[in-house]
């Protein structure tokens, strides 16, 4: 794939969510989870349209009109896991996404990764410090200074 075509692949095949999630500070959450869709040519009313279902999904869809920045750890990454799902990716790719957020949040952000891997088959790359997670994933790769250490399947 030249480079085009594998740009076009990422922000159609792989969301990405991040420890801190990076808004655009004039928009409100509906327009920041839209805004992939509207960069890749889908009309603005269709994007929000759809935004606000994966918000609905997540149980988020009241902070739809409030400024990311407003909300809580656990519900920005709600938001941010909703901005990566948007475009319906295959692949969500996940750093450390539970690692500013208190217990309950993170418990509730791994449950929606078990539900979109065994419901919606969607595949999971996730990298976490966090050992209490390590028992979600079907495969768990360990590494130290950059090598593999240890590649293990769970359950």
Do not use: C
Not at 56 to 72: C, E, F, N, W, Y
Not at 95 to 100: A, I, R
């Amino acid at each position: 794939m030249d480079d085009d075509e594998r740009s076009t692949f990422r922000s159609k095949k792989i969301g990405m969510i991040y420890q801190m999630p990076y808004w655009i500070k004039s928009l409100n959450v509906v327009e920041n989870v839209a805004l992939p869709l509207i960069i890749e040519g889908v009309k603005e009313s269709e994007a929000m349209r759809h935004a606000k279902t994966i918000l609905t999904d997540l149980g988020i869809a009241d902070l739809a009109k409030q400024m990311p920045t407003q909300l809580s750890g656990g519900q920005q990454q709600k938001a941010g896991l909703a901005r990566a799902l948007v475009s319906n990716p295959w692949i969500l790719m996940a750093d450390e996404p539970t690692g500013n957020l208190d217990s309950k949040s993170g418990d509730e952000i791994m449950e929606i990764f078990r539900e979109l891997n065994k419901k919606h088959k969607r595949t999971i790359l996730m990298v976490t410090h966090n050992e209490q997670y390590f028992n979600y994933g079907t495969r768990k790769i360990e590494m130290k200074d950059g090598e593999i250490i240890k590649d293990s399947k769970n359950g």
